[in-house]
């Protein structure tokens, strides 16, 4: 369960202690120009966390083929073209230490999967070579795998869409046609047109129920990849394909990365149209310097505009909002009287683009904002509602010059949302995470962050992810979108 304000604000302020560097949403399906032409190879979610049932093990998880449809199930399958790797930095600098590579050869079902690793990469960064020599672990996907001593497993197939998201509506808030997840008469804004509140007590669609991918999970002892002076490490994907292929003939051995993914939903929601591609071909080491720019000022307990601009009044602003409780908003999630003092502090929790992941860690502690936005990601936990709620509480606004509110002071040289206009919004995010939750859950859920709402159930055991939606007709079936 969500562990209480105290731990919150302790673990948002070590966030600062863990990332000197940084001085300074939906997840990724179908994020950036490039991978929407590659399904294959276009990583929709990564995950990091310790087995529930044994501490001592550290399971990582990739996800591709975003909306694979139930009714072509046979259909889907990873690249033998492609490299698939888990970076893990055990040393902070946010350049890979061990890496975890993963190819596949066959064009039918089932394929087979060769895994290597952990080791030191042959080249970091954004080029390596396909790996050669004896792989860890291989066989045929569709099935658990284990290595020769027994320590390592992995699973490569067909399983459910874990993430959970009403990306559609996130979607007409950012158009314009829509303003909020829930429609509500707001006493300070207005009629905000919504979603209506249904029977069971939820609103929002998850735009993901229903679909199918294909997992890449890996479980290992954590020892191999603890560093040797401290508990933390940070994870992220990539997929790699190679710089020279050749239409029927050899594909180059050196490959070249034009896919990556660390928390969720950074890319979608942060990246332009001229840095989706970008921020996918780079690497997490240059990500402060690259894309600090993209992420607004965090608030502080100090007016940085002449105008109460502080964590406390954007509490007042919520409240006159009408969106601090249910059934227009979630509960807040940041006390009035956090204490912040760094205008960075929404950069360093999001950069560098990592999971961020302490190997000490109770593995049932959520720990939000330990060192990024939570304790590295579990299958379960509402990540966008974690994401909706830090951000509407710390993020800079520009309000409307002689409005009076807390931010419509001058910008000078703030780095702020822009809602200059009210209730429009140039910048419709502010919109987006105003209510802090999409409301998939019903109501008397949403406060806990620890379940996301899944159509459906995580497995108790490794590979965890849920079992795929069968054939249509086949038990089990459900129909698009899958209803709370």
């Known amino acids: 369960m969500f562990q209480g304000f105290g731990v919150l604000a302790t673990a948002l302020v070590a966030t600062l202690i863990y990332c000197p560097s940084a001085s300074v949403m939906a997840a990724d399906h179908r994020d950036a120009p490039t991978v929407d032409g590659l399904p294959e190879g276009d990583i929709t979610d990564v995950f990091a966390f310790l087995d529930p049932n044994d501490a001592s093990k550290l399971v990582l998880m990739m996800n591709v083929n975003p909306f694979a449809v139930p009714g072509s199930n046979p259909t889907y399958r990873y690249s033998p073209d492609f490299l698939y790797q888990f970076k893990i930095d055990n040393t902070g600098d946010a350049v890979e230490d061990l890496v975890i590579q993963v190819q596949f050869t066959g064009l039918g079902l089932p394929q087979t999967i060769q895994v290597f690793g952990p080791r030191a990469p042959s080249m970091s960064g954004a080029r390596t070579f396909r790996p050669t020599g004896t792989p860890t672990i291989t066989g045929s996907t569709g099935g658990t795998l284990t290595d020769g001593s027994g320590q390592i497993q992995v699973f490569a197939g067909l399983r459910d869409d874990p993430f959970v998201f009403d990306f559609a509506q996130f979607g007409r808030i950012l158009n314009g046609s829509q303003d909020m997840f829930r429609g509500f008469t ?21 735009n993901f129920g229903g679909f199918n991918l294909s997992t890449i999970a890996i479980e290992l002892p954590k020892a191999m990849v603890r560093g040797s002076s401290s508990s933390k490490i940070n994870v992220w994907a990539t997929v790699s394909r190679p710089v020279v292929e050749v239409q029927g003939g050899a ?5 070249v990365q034009f896919e990556r993914m660390g928390q969720e939903a950074f890319n979608t929601v942060f990246g332009t149209t001229a840095t989706k591609d970008k921020i996918n071909t780079t690497v997490p080491a240059d990500d402060v310097a690259n894309y600090s720019s993209l992420v607004p000022d965090a608030l502080t ?20 909002v009408g969106v601090v409780g249910l059934p227009n908003g979630a509960p807040l999630l940041l006390p009035a009287t956090f204490g912040n003092t760094n205008s960075n502090l ?3 929790a999001l950069l560098p683009d990592v999971l961020r992941l302490d190997l000490d860690l109770d593995p049932n502690n959520l720990a939000i904002g330990q060192f990024g936005l939570q304790n590295g990601r579990r ?16 993020s800079d606004v520009k309000f409307p010059t002689g409005s009076g509110l807390p931010g419509s002071g001058p910008l000078n040289g703030r780095a702020a949302l822009d809602c200059s206009v009210l209730p429009a919004c140039p910048d ?7 209510q802090g939750t999409d409301f998939i859950k019903p109501d008397a859920q949403v406060p806990d962050l620890t379940a996301s709402g899944n159509d459906r159930a995580f497995l108790g055991t490794f590979p965890f992810i849920a079992t795929p939606h069968p054939l249509p007709g086949d038990a089990g079936t459900v129909g698009y979108p899958a209803q709370q």
Do not use: F, K
Request: zero cysteines; glycine letters at 10%.
């Open 186 to 206: 707001s006493s300070a804004l207005g009629a905000l047109r919504g979603r209506p509140v249904r029977a069971d007590g939820t609103s929002g669609v998850d």
């Open 251 to 255: 594909n180059s051995a050196l490959m």
């Open 428 to 434: 419709r995010r502010v919109l987006v995470v105003l």
């Open 301 to 320: 307990t100090t007016d940085n505009d002449g105008t109460g601009n502080t964590i406390a009044n954007r509490v007042v602003v919520l409240n006159a």
């Open 379 to 394: 299958l379960g936990d509402d990540v966008i509602d974690i994401a909706l709620r830090i951000l509407r509480q710390l």
């Open 346 to 348: 929404l950069r360093v």
